[in-house]
């Protein structure tokens, strides 16, 4: 605390501290309650234990971060990552004490794709020999590797990839050669400084004969273990250059790499380091990508509320100007929560966390189902036929869903968080959000494991096929709820339903999946019937895909508030999910009105009440926002924020970030422009031009 | 350039270099003359000018910048801006030259506030006295200036702001004073550390009485020029705590203070430093304001030519996939920038910067042509009574149409560079394209100078008064182009005139001023006749702003396009424009659909047909694009991004950011977590956490 004069200032009544505990005070949602509803037990012990320990350690202190040069945060993920490691040992944390761990940092540590992609890669895609000889290894970081697949010039397609791995029958060699500048590796995490060891994916190359000069037969992508420094000097051999590619948008401790090889020999002959085997098991990769997609979802959920969470907080105590209609302009100001043109950016956001929330759940659960039915992993099924069918179909739906739900979480999460930044107005711009480095992070995840945009190609062409089967054969036995969902509207085709949504909850489901298969016989038509260019539709394509997954949040949405555990909650807690639904659903209905029209969904009618309907929601969510954010159980050290803590203590935390731990206010500087010197009475001039 | 084996390579045929010039080669806009068009000889001649000193000085070098702690980016952005200012003394800049030389180096500098705000406030705000005393320090930049007015709890709401000024009739003078810690200064760039004096808005407080505990009136919030630094020693008094707010989302250079005063006297007898006298003249407050808004609506054009620029480059020269329906796999793939959902998301974008071109255009001479005229000069006019009606309701449309164009153009910026990056894939997370500090630079706009949401209400609350009085008097002479829009859909009431936009341009214009004269006269019958709530309509007038300002782009667009001065431009530019503007219009139409179908603005049949008919207007665009982009002009230095260089040698410029210019290739780190070594053989485990 400073000693001067502010230590004896508060915030103007009413402060923040009373406001929020007026705003808890005007809800009886069970927080408690509705956190363990959502998290479960284990999760919120796991996460009181883990922050235990963790906020004990000088080292995870977050309040300098911002004020570091990149390569000091690259050092300081460093020092973290090692930290977690031995407070791993210390206290014998599991895999997944491991990632909540790294989760409540939230700061990526240069470990990070050692013990994610590097690990499943090398357990899931190595021989049994290979498996006995690395994975102690790995386990015990005596090996630090990394997965290097995408290159300068090549991302989502992996057959265009141009490392070249060369067999060389004379030495029983492979020769790996990058053979221009687009083949340098790119991008691959963990690998820039800190691995020993890389999995790399190299075009395999065999000759066909053994003369000088042979002719070469390409076997496509292929992993190969390579190891790229040196286990006591941590240096490349001559034969590879490997490096950090430099500051992005986020990720600041990560070291992101470029890697090329010349001509660099990789001897075969070696018993344990040798060849990759392929993958025995293609549908354990298949599910790895889908189990990695609902984490993305489930991930995203959380990314999501962590903004609504501060937004909610703040804006509750934040106030500014008096209502116009309101004649008494001398009490306080309104809050900002209570104008509707603020609502309306945060509370559906709100909604969308849960949304989100209950479709993560829901494709965890196929996914596990699918692969205890053998869809992922190496079990028979024992069933009858039909069921065989029904497994494989419900394992196609599961892909297709997968890649949907995962273009439309990131993109839900990644708008909204800038979205509650904007609504907190002159603040939001601020460090005290504690979005910054939030933002920037999670700027990557509409991009990788599958663009965006791209990967929506998938759900439409699932939905195509979908659609062709079933337009040929219109009666025949729908397989899963896409099946379903389809054959209905097949069988209603032509009249317009006009689905009575604002009387009915089952209703509106009806509705989004009637526009979602609305536009797949659309799709199946243009693309199959009409035969039109594949690149002229693909806008349309992305449309149907995201009417296809707000159609599965919707009725995930509504499967959740019907069921008995929701149920059995008290009411008011049941009818804010309710509400929440109801408010996910109209106001997402709302945006993408004109489909809801020309496919005959709802009726123009009912499609201009809309927005008085969604008023009419907030206007009743409204009491419970608070209440409903704390039940997300987002621990004051992971928001780092000062606008969104949980005592309400906003102005205090600003300044004291301010004028307490802001390095900058501990040096003077010289304004004088004829004078070169920056740092009063130091005498240098040339000390910032020198880092340049 | 490294010495090691890279050196000899370049990236796999077809190299950036070759398409980029074989896309010029596609299309025979002539760019200098477009460029010319755009900017003028004058603008053209200046940027070369300035460009050719300030890449000369190593000072202005970017290549280090993102690698620089936050206290290291101010000490920079001091050096730099110092250096300017030298600069200028060597060369003579303008004024006009000092703004764009900051532009070009792209880096807000600390003094900034000093030359912008406070300047101005200083010149407009104060007496003959006091502008001949402090004119000629402030030139000189012997005393250096910001403009303190909001605080930590109030910003937008400059009548709640906090600090006291209260005059003591005793001593003569006055006591500025903070009663709480909300009442701090927060947000005053240049304050932070830089300033010696500042403009401080203050509630002029003055006692009524003699006595010991007189009642005090309020006078409301004046400024006062205060110094708040020791011209020596720069330290502030006691009773005065100024600081840096700390990291924020971008302006890692800039200063932005934090300031209380504990009883702070500030002695009015002083005969020149003495209180400011009130403004004499509004209206050059009013001017300064809509001039600012024109001057953000002409920046937010450039900052998203630069995105578009850098995606249009990248794009066209990244490749990635073959076309599904191409049967050839041999053949390069396709380039990226051919794929339609990659246009839809850039060539929009492209024509937007022509959009907000020419209505950034015709607002800066609306607003020297009404203060010509004495709307916000001291002239006054001597037409008749007409004329003077006539300029009064063009200013009160202006200061309508500068809000409303404040809110869209930032907002289409903004979101317009995320969609940019987006686009990019994974290279656009990279620090390569240089947009990573663009983007969090201008991420402040859509908040400052009126929050993007907030002042859409001074638009809608125009237009009900407008369309107010226009149902009152029919038939009285429409004063404005606003007004005319409002008769002549009065006039047709009740029809759907179903403009024919797909034949006819000039009947796009009248389809978006009737879809927002439809909506004025809803927000008018909302809140004039059925007295509906103020705050419950703010989502309406929020649309309503929006309508008017897209109504707005698309009329001065229009205009721009029917000009004789592009009638003469070549046929090839001519029709490309006129394709721009289609393109502007209709993808804008599409997105508000709904609103131009329930308007009968136009039929359901045009408006299913408007998704193709853009799809078929980026056919005709695409092959222009490189080309249209490089009319905007944007010098390398400026973009400074590896992805958008103008010759296109995209992967070799990526390839040397990591290899030659990261700095954190420099050092070896030791990756053994048992060892809190970082830094391999330093032997040094605290260094880091000593730094938290």
Redesign the interface.
């Known amino acids: 605390m400073a000693s001067?004069?502010?230590r004896h200032?508060?915030?103007?009544p009413p402060v923040g501290a009373t406001v929020i505990k007026w705003e808890r005070g005007r809800s009886d949602i069970n927080t408690d309650q509705l956190g363990e509803y959502l998290h479960g037990k284990v999760y919120l012990a796991r996460q009181k234990r883990l922050l235990d320990i963790i906020t004990k350690e000088?080292?995870f202190?977050k309040?300098?971060q911002?004020?570091?040069?990149?390569?000091?945060r690259?050092?300081?993920g460093?020092?973290r990552?090692?930290r977690l490691?031995?407070l791993q040992d210390i206290h014998g944390w599991d895999e997944e004490d491991f990632v909540m761990a790294e989760y409540l940092v939230d700061d990526v540590q240069p470990?990070h794709l050692h013990i994610s992609l590097f690990t499943a890669a090398m357990r899931e895609q190595t021989s049994d020999q290979q498996r006995a000889y690395w994975m102690p290894k790995i386990a015990s970081?005596e090996v630090?590797g990394a997965y290097a697949q995408?290159e300068?010039?090549?991302?989502?397609?992996v057959r265009?990839i141009?490392t070249e791995a060369r067999w060389d029958p004379k030495t029983q060699d492979f020769i790996l050669h990058?053979?221009?500048?687009?083949?340098?590796k790119?991008?691959n995490g963990t690998l820039?400084?800190?691995?020993?060891h890389a999995v790399v994916v190299a075009q395999l190359l065999i000759p066909d004969g053994e003369g000088s000069d042979p002719k070469y037969t390409s076997y496509g992508p292929v992993p190969f273990i390579v190891q790229v420094r040196d286990m006591k000097?941590?240096?490349p051999p001559?034969?590879i250059?490997v490096?950090?590619?430099?500051?992005?948008?986020g990720y600041a401790p990560m070291?992101n790499a470029?890697m090329?090889f010349?001509h660099h020999r990789y001897s075969q002959l070696d018993p344990v380091t040798g060849q990759f085997t392929k993958s025995k098991n293609p549908g354990a990769l298949y599910g790895q990508l889908t189990r990695g997609r609902s984490v993305i979802a489930m991930h995203a959920r959380l990314v999501l509320a962590r903004a609504v969470t501060v937004a909610v907080r703040y804006l509750s105590i934040r106030?500014?100007?008096h209502?116009?209609?309101d004649s008494d302009k001398n009490g306080p100001?309104m809050s900002v929560l209570?104008?509707?043109?603020?609502q309306?950016?945060i509370l559906p956001l709100l909604a969308t966390t849960f949304a989100l929330h209950y479709s993560g759940l829901a494709m965890r659960r196929l996914y596990e189902r699918t692969r205890n039915n053998g869809g992922g992993g190496s079990g028979t099924t024992d069933g009858d036929r039909v069921s065989q069918d029904a497994d494989l179909a419900t394992l196609a739906e599961l892909h297709s869903t997968s890649a949907g739900l995962k273009s439309l979480a990131t993109e839900l999460a990644a708008n909204g968080v800038?979205t509650c930044?904007?609504?907190m107005?002159?603040h939001?711009?601020?460090?005290g959000t504690g979005l910054?480095q939030l933002?920037?992070d999670y700027?990557?995840k509409?991009?990788?494991e599958g663009?965006?945009?791209?990967i929506t190609q998938q759900v439409a062409q699932y939905l195509i096929k979908k659609a062709k089967e079933r337009a040929h054969s219109l009666k025949s036995r729908a397989l899963n709820k896409t099946e379903e969902h389809l054959k209905s509207y097949l069988s209603s085709r032509g009249k317009e339903p006009k689905f009575n949504v604002m009387e009915n909850n089952a209703a509106v489901v009806d509705a989004f999946n009637w526009r979602m298969s609305w536009l797949a016989f659309r799709a199946y038509d243009t693309r199959e019937v009409q035969k039109r260019?594949?690149?002229?539709?693909?806008?349309?394509f992305?449309k149907l895909s995201r009417a296809y997954s707000q159609a599965m949040l919707v009725s995930n949405f509504y499967d959740a508030i019907s069921s008995s555990e929701v149920q059995s909650l008290p009411p008011t807690t049941r009818e804010t999910l309710t509400d929440l639904f109801r408010l996910f659903a109209f106001q997402t209905m709302d945006t993408e009105?004109?489909d809801f029209?020309?496919s005959g969904a709802v009726s123009?009618v009912e499609?201009?009440g809309l927005?008085g309907t969604v008023?009419a929601l907030m206007t009743k969510i409204r009491p419970h926002a608070v209440r409903l954010v704390d039940a997300w159980a987002l621990p004051d050290y992971l928001l780092d924020s000062a606008l969104g803590r949980y005592d309400g203590r906003v102005?205090?935390d600003?300044?004291h970030?301010?004028?307490v731990?802001?390095?900058?206010?501990k040096?003077?500087?010289?304004?004088?422009?004829?004078?070169?010197e920056?740092?009063?009475g130091s005498g240098d001039?040339g000390?910032?031009?020198a880092?340049?």
């Open positions: 001067d004069f502010s200032l508060r915030p103007a000088k080292i202190d309040s300098q911002a004020n570091l040069s990149r390569p000091d690259y050092k300081l460093l020092a990552g090692k490691r031995q470990y970081w630090i995408t300068l010039g090549h991302g989502s397609n265009g141009e990058s053979p221009h500048l687009t083949a340098s790119w991008w820039g400084r800190t691995a020993t000097t941590h240096q001559k034969s250059i490096g950090d590619i430099g500051p992005k948008y070291d470029y090329l010349d106030r500014q100007f209502d116009r209609d100001e209570d104008y509707s043109t603020v309306i950016r800038e930044r904007r609504a107005g002159g939001g711009y601020g460090g910054v933002n920037a700027l990557s509409p991009t990788v663009d965006n945009w791209m260019p594949w690149n002229s539709l693909l806008i349309d992305h009105s004109r029209q020309n123009s499609l201009n927005s008023l102005y205090e600003l300044f970030r301010a004028h731990l802001n390095p900058l206010n040096v003077t500087f010289n304004p004088d422009y004829k004078n070169n920056i740092v009063m001039a000390q910032i031009l880092k340049l």
